[in-house]
C-alpha cells in the first residue's frame, strides 16, 4: 500500500495548494513566503548535508577497482576503471555522474533448470535513469527563461533544440514527453519488478509522485489551460522573487499555485531525503579515490599510534625453547634469557 | 549438519520458492524475524577466545561468556542497545563512506541480484539492498530527521533484540566481496556496512567462532592455523623434501634470518594443507630459480588477516608485525604471497595503519632491476608482480609442457580483484606456463566475478550448505568451462579460495582441481641442476 500513500500525499498537497490558494491575501503566502522559504530550507539543507558528510574523515583508501590497476609497463591500466592520478579519478567520476557508468553495467540474472545461472546485459534501468535525468535537467535549466531578462542565447538555443518537432501550438517540448515516460518507467517497475517491489518505501514513491505530478501541472499550464494563467505576471513575479522585489499581480491562476507549491515542497524534501544522491554521487569514496595507497601512503587522523602487535620479544620468551632446538635464530639465547629471569 | 545431497540442492536453488525464483515473500521484510537453527548460522565465538582477545592490548572484545543463537536470550550486557547506538554514532564520525553509504541509496535495485547469497539462497535479506537497510532502518530512527518524525512511514524502526538477531545472521551471510558495489550507481559498498554490523556486534560480545580462534591464534603464534615456530618451520621443511624428491633440488630457505634482502609472507595455510600446500612448493622453488636472498619469518608467519572481519583495531593489530617483523630482521622489502583478504588489507590499509614503512626501500627486483613504483610507499610487491616481471624479462625457464595434464581457467578473488585492480597479472603469468587456459563467462570474471561463497571467515564446515549455495554462481561458471572445454583446474590467486573452492568444486563440479598459480610456476620449471623425475601430475604426483 505504500504506493498509494505517495498519491494521497501528493493530492493532499494539491488540494492545499488549489483550495488555499484561492482564499484572498493568501497567495502572497503561497507565491511568496513559501518559496522562499523552500529555497532555504534547500540551499541550507543541502549545504548542512554536505558539510555533515565532510566532516566525518575517510580514514582508509577503499576504492573499488573496476579494472586492470597500475602496475609493470607492460601491463595495460585500465585509467577510467582504476584510477591512480586525480586527473583519471575525474575522468571516471565524469562518466559515472553524466553517463551512469557503473548503472551501464547492470544485468539480469536468472537461475534456470541444471541449475543454471544466466546473466544477461539489462540497461533498461540505465536508459530510463538517463532519460529522466537530463529532461528533468533540462527542463529546470529551461525555466531560467522566467527568472532572467532578457533571456540568454543559449536558453533559446536549448528550447529550441527541445521543441524542434514542431508539434502543436505552442511546439511541444521533447523533454516534457520523455520525463513522463521516464517517470513512467520508474515508477511501473517499482511495482512491477518484485524485488524491487519489496523494497520500495513510502519515500521511493513520494518523490516519482510528486516529480510527476510538478511535470503534469507544468504541461497542463503549457499545452491546455493556457487561459487560466498569466504567463506575463508570473514572470513579473519570478523576476521579482529573484530581485526580492515580488510582486503579485492580479489572475495568476490556481494550476500555478499547485505547480509552485509541489515544486516547493520537492525542494523542502530534498536535503533530507535520497534525493541527496545529487551531493552523494560526488563523494562516495569507492568512486572518488584513487587506486594508489601502496605507492602512496593515505593518512587516518584517528590512527591510533598505540595498537601495536603482540611484541616480537614477547613471542620469543614464549618459545624460545623451541625455537633453539630447531635451529631458528633467536634474540636472546637460552642461558642469557635465564640469567635475567 | 548434513549437507543436502547435491541433487535435492541442485532443485532447490531453481525451484524453491524463493525471491531468487520468482516467488515473492507475503510478509513484509521488517515483519520476518531471523530464526536460528544447526546448519544456518556459524558457531558463536568461545569464551576463552573471547576473553584472551580482550585481555590484549588495543583490543576490546567485551562480554566473554557461554551462549548460542539458537538461545532466546543472548546474554547481552544489560545496556546493549546504548552500547550499540553510542558506537553506531562513533562510526558515523568516523566513517565518511558509513554516513554517505546511509543517505544515498535510492533503492533503484541494482545490487539485488548481484550478490552470490541471494542467488543461492533467494533470501530477500541477502539482496545487498536489504542488509543495508537493516542498519539504515535504525540510522534514520536515531539520527534522521525524516525517521524521527515519521518513523515507520519514513522506513525507520526501533533497535531491537530482534533486530540484533537479524544484523548477527546477515552480517555473517555476506562476504565483503564488493560485487555489489562495482553495479551501485553510488559505489555503495555493501561490504562497509557489513564491517560496520560486524564492529557493532562485537561491542556486545556476538562473534563467531571461526574468525576469532584465528584472529587469537595469529595474535600469538603469529598464523591462524596456530602453528608454532618450530612446527611452522617442519611444515616448510617437508615440502622443500618434497621437492628434492621430486627434482632433485635441494632448496637453500631460510627463517628469521637477519640481513636478507627480501621478507617473504604468504598466508599460513598454504605450508599448512593441501591444495595449497603445492602453491608453497611453488614459491620455493621459484625463489630457489633466481636465487633471491631472501627469508620466511615464523613470528610474521601469516600473510593473511581475520582481524579484517571483526574491526579496524585488530586488522591493524594483526597485521602491525609485518612491518615490525621487517624492521627487526633488517629486509629491504616484502614479497607477499598469493592471498585475497591479506592483499585487501595490505594494499588499502596497512600503510595507513602501521607506516610510514620509511625503514624499508622501494621495491627493487634484483634479477630484473625493475622498481615496483606501484608498491612505492607501502614497499610490499605481490608474488604475481614479481612473477610476472621475471617472465617478461626472461628470467624463467619454463617449459609448459610440464603442465600438460592441466587445463586450466583463472578465478579473481574478490580483493585483488576489486580492491586492488590485480587482474592482468596473474593472467599473463598462465599466458607463460600452460597451455590454452580458457576464461569463464565474461560476467562472472575480472571485476565481476563471483565469490568462492565462503570468504571473511565463513569457511567453516556447520554452514557447508549455506556455502555451498552462495558458492553456486561461481560453481556454474567454472562447470561451464568444463562442459565446453573440459577444464580440470580452477587456477587462483588466493589461499581461502585454495580450501574453500575445493569443497565446493567437490560438491557443484567433482573432478575438477584447485591450484595456486604458483603452483603452475613451480610445475613448469625448469631447474638448473635439477634430477626431475616423471611428473604427470606436476608436483601433485606421488613418487
Ligand atoms: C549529479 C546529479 C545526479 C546524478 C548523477 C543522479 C543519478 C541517479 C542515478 C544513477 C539514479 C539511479 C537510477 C534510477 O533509479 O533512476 C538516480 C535515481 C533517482 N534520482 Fe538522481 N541523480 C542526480 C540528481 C537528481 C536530481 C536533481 C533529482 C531530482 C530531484 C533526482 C531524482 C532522482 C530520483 C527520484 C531517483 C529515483 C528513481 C526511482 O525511484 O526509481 N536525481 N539518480
Ligand atoms: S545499487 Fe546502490 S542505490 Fe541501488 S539499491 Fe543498491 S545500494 Fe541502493
Ligand atoms: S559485499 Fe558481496 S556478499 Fe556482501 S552484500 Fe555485496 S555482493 Fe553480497
Partial sequence: MKYAFSFLAVIALILIAGLGSQIPGMQYLFGVVLPYLAIMLFVGGFVYRVMDWAKSPVPFSIPTTCGQGSSLDFIKQDKLECPTTTTEVAGRMFLEIFFFRSLFRNTKSEIHDGPKVTYESSKWLWLFALIFHYSFLVIVLRHMRFFLEPVPFVLSILEGVDSMLQIGQPAMYLTDVFILVGLLFLYGRRLITRHVKYISLNNDYFPLVLIFSIAVTGILMRYFLRTDIDIINIKNLAIGLVTFSPVIGAKIGAIFYIHLFLVCTLLAYFPFSKLMHMGGVFMSPTRNMANNSRSKRHINPWNDPEIKPHSYAGYEDEFREFMVDAGIPVEKELAAAEDKA | ?543
Fill in chain 2, 1 to 543: 549438519m548434513a549437507v543436502a545431497k547435491l541433487e535435492q540442492l541442485a532443485k532447490s536453488v531453481v525451484q524453491g520458492p524463493t525471491m531468487a525464483t520468482g516467488a515473492v515473500p507475503v510478509k513484509d521484510w521488517m515483519d520476518v524475524s531471523a530464526i536460528f537453527k544447526p546448519g544456518n548460522y556459524a558457531y558463536q565465538a568461545k569464551q576463552e577466545k573471547v576473553e584472551y582477545l580482550n585481555s590484549q592490548k588495543g583490543l576490546h572484545f567485551p562480554n566473554a561468556r557461554e551462549w548460542s543463537p539458537e538461545d532466546d536470550d543472548w546474554k547481552l550486557p544489560e545496556n546493549w542497545k546504548e552500547i550499540i547506538l553510542k558506537g553506531l554514532k562513533e562510526r558515523l564520525d568516523k566513517f565518511r563512506s558509513l554516513k554517505i553509504f546511509m543517505d544515498c541509496c535510492v533503492r533503484c535495485g541494482a545490487c539485488a541480484d548481484k550478490c552470490h547469497f541471494f542467488l543461492g539462497t533467494g533470501d530477500p535479506k541477502n539482496m545487498p539492498v536489504l542488509r543495508a537497510e537493516l542498519l539504515r532502518s535504525i540510522y534514520r530512527n536515531d539520527f534522521t530527521l525524516g525517521g524521527k518524525l515519521l518513523g515507520k512511514m519514513a522506513g525507520a524502526r526501533e533497535m531491537t533484540v530482534g533486530v540484533l538477531k537479524e544484523w548477527f545472521m546477515y552480517s555473517y551471510q555476506c562476504t565483503e566481496c564488493r560485487r555489489c558495489s562495482v553495479f551501485c550507481p553510488y559505489g555503495i559498498d555493501t561490504a562497509e556496512v557489513t564491517m560496520m554490523l560486524r564492529e557493532l556486534l562485537h561491542l556486545v560480545g556476538v562473534g563467531i567462532n571461526w574468525i576469532l580462534e584465528p584472529v587469537s591464534n595469529s595474535n600469538r603464534t603469529g598464523n591462524h592455523m596456530g602453528l608454532q615456530p618450530h612446527t611452522f618451520k617442519d611444515n616448510v621443511d617437508f615440502l622443500a623434501d618434497d621437492i628434492e624428491n621430486l627434482t632433485g633440488i635441494k632448496t637453500n630457505h631460510s627463517f628469521n634470518r637477519k640481513g636478507a634482502e627480501v621478507l617473504f609472507i604468504t598466508p599460513s595455510a598454504d605450508v599448512f594443507a593441501e591444495p595449497g600446500l603445492y602453491t608453497a612448493m611453488g614459491y620455493l622453488m621459484l625463489f630457489e630459480h633466481i636465487g633471491l636472498d631472501y627469508t620466511w619469518s615464523t613470528y610474521a608467519s601469516e600473510g593473511g588477516n581475520f582481524g579484517l572481519f571483526t574491526n579496524n583495531e585488530t586488522m591493524k593489530k594483526l597485521n602491525g608485525k609485518m612491518y615490525a617483523e621487517a624492521k627487526r630482521l633488517g629486509v629491504k622489502y616484502i614479497i607477499g604471497g598469493e592471498c585475497g583478504h591479506m592483499w585487501r588489507v595490505v594494499h588499502q590499509y596497512m600503510d595507513t595503519m602501521n607506516g610510514p614503512a620509511d625503514f624499508l626501500e622501494v621495491p627493487k627486483s634484483p634479477m630484473t632491476g625493475t622498481t615496483f613504483h606501484n608498491a612505492a610507499s607501502t614497499k610490499m610487491v605481490h608474488i604475481s608482480e614479481f612473477t610476472a616481471d621475471l617472465i617478461k624479462h626472461g628470467k624463467l625457464n619454463l617449459d609448459k609442457s610440464r603442465n600438460a595434464h592441466v587445463k586450466a581457467t583463472f578465478h579473481d578473488s574478490c580483493n585483488p580483484a576489486r580492491a586492488m585492480g590485480l587482474l592482468d597479472e596473474p593472467r599473463y603469468i598462465l599466458d607463460h606456463v600452460v597451455d590454452g587456459w580458457v576464461e569463464m563467462p565474461e560476467n562472472t570474471i575480472r571485476e565481476q566475478t563471483f565469490c568462492c561463497g565462503s570468504g571473511t571467515g565463513l569457511n567453516t564446515d556447520e554452514i557447508m550448505e549455506l556455502r555451498m549455495r552462495s558458492g553456486l554462481p561461481r560453481a556454474n561458471a567454472v562447470k561451464h568451462v568444463i562442459d565446453k572445454h573440459a577444464v580440470n583446474m580452477l587456477s587462483c590467486v588466493c589461499a581461502i579460495d585454495r580450501a574453500t573452492l575445493t569443497s565446493l568444486m567437490n560438491y557443484w563440479n567433482p573432478g575438477c582441481n584447485v591450484c595456486g598459480v604458483s603452483e603452475l610456476v613451480g610445475n613448469a620449471l625448469i631447474m638448473e641442476g635439477e634430477n626431475r623425475q616423471e611428473l604427470t601430475e606436476g608436483l601433485r604426483t606421488l613418487v
